[in-house]
């Protein structure tokens, strides 16, 4: 039975099938009933289909329930023009098109043929046996840490596969596995988020992850849990490292995702990708979930760091599904409303205003998401800087308000010793937002936030940390003393003026110690209800910066 092909020698999927082969029914892909059908030919299966069951009587067409033609895949119409164009570009697709409409039985594989004039496979060296490294007993108490503090938020793996991961594992410990870098990346975020003494060897753990997951970015077998272990990397590099290496690590995240096809549904998954594919993976699920978290690191991480983030074509893969023991359609649902601040989208005031009230109305069981609801309200003000200039006070208080649920929550996950990244950023940005807006309801706010931001210093007494807080005291008291300046403007203004008053002796008045006037009772009367306290800004004189490099000290 020859296929049906259009004149571009592009195999037409999207006809009703009376029947699926049996390989299809296994990996629950659309069949086109063709014997052998298009998804076995283009990957290589076995394809067979049982014999036809006793024809069963028609059904009305009036009849109740959903048919076939119901249940056609729509979703494929969408992303089917997007998929032509890409298969139409690739060069290494071609070869297998033209072999399809020649001779379906023998037509070669998608496969770089001309790519080069021929390849040097890189040599790979030895990678550290993690079973060397530490022992079961500390993998599945490291595994706990893991499950207990970063699974809520970023539920990418299966509790109880991972389990069984572990024990396979140390049961043959002498025989390296494609598992192996989940299991180092589990261990090393593990050891992080473990809330004392970190592990001796989590800088080994890390590494050896490293140096596995090297290879996948060239290898032609990539797998699912490649990419779960990049986004482990990128989570962990997030919480550690500088915003270039876990933007580096996010991107890498979304290349894999692509190579694996994991952005398309398991049904739609493009040709281009049938020589990198992971065609092995029967939880659709699982796969949804990676695609989805991927995506929410590169492009928070671009949107923060102010790089590019990873655009995929051909997207047609479907929002996980909530899940009990996790928040991670929470963390989705967050993201969506971010995709609005996209920096290619010239966005409304009242678009933007809209975006704040969906971020309100959600409501977050998990401290740390709750620091990512308070992180987008402060890009909305940011946003809401550039449209317009004028913000009312209403948007103002409400941003305030989150700003301090975000406050609140960094502060009560120092306090736990959990290092999310935003423990530390909200604190710093709301400061900063709080001295942008520079109101006398933002202002009151100023000494509670940067008491809490030294609180959370004091548990995470990094050099990071104490940069950043140095940062934000010098920017309290720059604010603090141009106030100053203004104040000696308004009080030279009331004061009578002097023919005697040389130039030079006006300008020595001008810059009288700031305590004569904060203490004196010159000509400028204020309000009896003027009760500001300069003080609250800052406590203490600010010594220089440090100059020298980030040594890498972690928390005490």
Excluded at 123 to 129: E, I, M, Q, S
Excluded at 356 to 374: I, M
């Amino acid at each position: 039975m020859s296929l049906n092909t259009d004149d571009s020698g592009r195999i037409r999927t999207r006809q009703r099938a009376k029947r699926a082969c049996e390989t299809c029914k296994l990996r629950k892909r659309k069949c086109d009933g063709h014997e052998p059908c298009t998804y076995c030919l283009r990957y290589e299966y076995q394809c067979t289909f049982k014999p036809h069951p006793r024809r069963r009587p028609a059904v009305p067409k009036n009849s109740a329930g959903p048919s076939e033609e119901q249940d056609s895949p729509r979703l494929s119409d969408r992303a089917d023009a997007n998929q032509e164009h890409m298969e139409a570009n690739s060069g290494t697709a071609f070869p297998h098109l033209l072999g399809m409409r020649l001779n379906p039985q023998g037509a070669p594989k998608v496969y770089g043929f001309s790519w080069n004039l021929g390849p040097r496979d890189e040599p790979l060296g030895p990678f550290t046996n993690i079973a060397d490294l530490i022992s079961q007993e500390d993998m599945e108490d490291l595994a706990s840490h893991y499950l207990k503090k970063i699974h809520p938020v970023y539920a990418v793996l299966d509790p109880d596969a991972l389990r069984q991961k572990v024990i396979a594992r140390w049961h043959d410990s002498a025989t390296a596995t494609s598992y192996d870098p989940v299991l180092c990346g589990v261990a090393a975020l593990g050891s992080l988020y473990s809330g004392h003494q970190e592990h001796p060897k989590e800088g080994l753990l890390v590494q050896s992850a490293k140096e596995m997951l090297e290879t996948t970015r060239i290898s032609k077998a990539t797998l699912l849990h490649h990419a779960t272990a990049w986004i482990l990397r990128t989570i962990y590099l997030r919480s550690t490292n500088c915003p270039h290496a876990s933007w580096m690590a996010s991107c890498s995240t979304m290349h894999i995702i692509e190579a694996i096809g994991a952005h398309q549904d398991p049904e739609l998954v493009s040709l281009v990708y049938s020589d990198t594919a992971d065609v092995g993976v029967n939880d659709d699920e699982s796969q949804r979930r990676l695609f989805w978290v991927a995506t929410v690191l590169n492009s928070w991480i671009s949107y923060e760091y102010g790089r590019s983030r990873v655009i995929l074509r051909g997207v047609s893969c479907k929002p996980p599904l909530p899940r009990t023991g996790d928040f991670t359609t929470d963390l989705i649902a967050l993201y969506q409303i971010s995709e609005r601040l996209d920096p290619d989208q010239n966005n409304k005031v009242s678009d933007l205003e809209e975006a704040l009230s969906r971020v309100e109305r959600l409501t977050l069981s998990h401290d740390a998401l709750v620091l990512s609801q308070s992180n987008l309200a402060l890009t909305i003000y940011r946003r809401l800087r550039v449209a317009s200039s004028n913000i009312s006070n209403d948007i103002l208080t409400r941003i305030i308000r989150l700003g301090n649920d975000g406050l609140d929550a960094a502060v009560r996950l120092a306090e736990g010793h959990c290092p999310w990244w935003h423990v530390a950023n909200i604190p710093f940005q709301f400061l900063c937002i709080l001295l942008a807006i520079d109101t006398r309801e933002s202002l009151s706010h100023v000494g509670p936030a940067l008491r809490s931001f030294r609180v959370i210093t004091s548990h995470y007494s990094t050099p990071t940390l104490h940069t950043a807080l140095e940062t934000i005291e010098s920017l309290v008291r720059l604010s603090q003393n141009k106030k100053e300046r203004d104040l000696v403007l308004l009080r030279d203004s009331m004061q009578q003026e002097d023919p005697g008053v040389t130039e030079q002796d006006s300008t020595t008045s001008a810059a009288f110690n700031d305590a004569s006037w904060l203490g004196g009772t010159g000509d400028l009367g204020l309000p009896d209800n003027f009760d500001w306290d300069w003080n609250v800004f800052l406590d203490t004189q600010v010594p220089f910066f440090d100059e020298g490099e980030y040594s890498g000290q972690r928390y005490r």
